[in-house]
């Protein structure tokens, strides 16, 4: 597994390295605003799990790799499927 996360690494800085400098600005305020949509994503979770936990809800907030990257990705769509899946659960 860390030999794929080191070559897509390598893959990222390579082509990093062949772009010029506006669009290797813009590429990094891209990849700024994926990880603060994935950090935020995790918090609004986490905070979901700890209300529906202190209140003795019986729903249960996945707070996992797929909620997490199908709400940050997905936008709305993802919030709505992540939600199917606390209410099915």
Known sequence: MRY?????????????????????????????WFWFKIAAVIVVL????????ASGVLFHVPINFFSVLMIAVLGLP????????????
Do not use: D, P, Q
């Not at 794929?4 to 700024?32: D, H, P, Q």
């Not at 986490?46 to 936990?53: Q, W």
């Not at 993802?78 to 659960?89: A, E, F, N, Q, W």
């Open 78 to 89: 993802g919030v709505m499927c992540v939600s199917l899946l606390i209410l099915m659960k």
């Open 4 to 32: 794929i996360v080191l070559t897509m690494i390598c893959f990222v800085v390579l082509f990093l390295f062949f772009l010029n400098k506006e669009s290797r600005g813009k590429v990094w305020e891209y990849f700024a």
């Open 46 to 53: 986490f905070i979901g799990n700890l209300i529906m936990g």
